[in-house]
């Protein structure tokens, strides 16, 4: 398959790639993944790292034969791990005249548009020194509910941050197949996909007990990716080396996820999947009409409710009157406050509410229309 123009790439690897059989980690993997992108660095392409496998180092260095379970189990393994990974990296890496970075990143620094600029700086200032970023989420502070949880979605959302031309997804099987192919023989490679709404029904969970979600995860990591107008390839490990192909505009053979043409770009990227929404504004019909087909703010004459509660400037989804998501936007005011003013004109606004002489809810420019997404 032709991919012209691939001058930056966020790589993945996942922890099934990582795992030496005997327990911890394969630094006979990690020298072929740097040396893979050492390859594509002479040819100036750009390389960010995310990678998995502090887990699986820990439980090595400490001598564990199964994946602790509970949270603080699995936080205090990752710590003695994550060291352990990240030395490998850099010492290998030295080998071939590169310095590589450690970046630890925990959901929360990307959930504020303050913290997101921040982190997208600090990887560009990394990239102009030529420095290979080595990402990995920061497992020893995450809770449950502010986690990736998984380095799949983790990819996606560092791909967008950084702007990449290609996110490579690397793990234990050929691609994406019609099933599970570690459970059904009869599974069949898909080398292409337009739409991944379309082949979901495809995915199923981790196919070792290192690995953290599966198709799944990977599945929604390419959703996100490619509405960022990024395209995806899902790669065997095996077929790392290949990845030199990219150099000649040629893509080594896997499953490759089509970017979507109308692409979010900048702020709508953060808007739609990095920023966190804690509350719902529920809409009547003609807002609806007015948000997606329309290309208008969102007014609070078409406003009938809301659920949950933020403050000013945070980010809420907008839902129809059938409890779908529509869009997700900034909204101007705090959740008391949109109760007060739903159903009423616009105009009339200012005279409620103190400090406030805007006329939209949640402003058009702040807002990511998320139907088909
Ligand atoms: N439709 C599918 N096609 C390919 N693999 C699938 C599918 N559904 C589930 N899987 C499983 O996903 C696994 C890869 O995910 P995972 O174990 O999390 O690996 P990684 O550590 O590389 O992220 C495969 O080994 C396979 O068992
Ligand atoms: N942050 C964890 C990785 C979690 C994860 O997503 O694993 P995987 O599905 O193998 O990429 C670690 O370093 O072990």
Redesign the pocket.
Known sequence: MTLNGVRRIVL????????HPQGGLDEAAIAQVVSAIADLKKHGVECIIVT?GAVAAGMGRLKLHNRPRDLPGKQAVSAVGQGVLIEMYTRNFEQHGIVGAQVLLSRIDLAQASHYRNAQNTLEKLLRLHVVPIINENDTVAVDELCFG???TLSALVAGLVGVDLLV???????????????DQS?QLIKEVAEVSA?EC???????M?????????LRAARIATHFGIGTLLLN?TRLKELDDLTKGEAPEGTYFKPVKHRLAGRKRWIAYAGLSEGCIHVDDGAAKALLEEGKSLLAKGITGVSGTWERKEIVRILNSRGEEIAKGVVELNHDEVLQVKGMHSGKLHELIENFEGEEVVHRDNMTVMVDM
């Open positions: 993945k690897i996942g922890s099934s790639s990582l795992n998995s998984d380095n799949d997804i690397l793990t234990d099987v050929d691609g994406l197949y019609t099933a599970n192919p570690k459970k599974a082949v495809m995915a199923s969970g981790a196919g070792s290192l690995g953290t979600g599966g198709m799944v995860t990977k490990f």
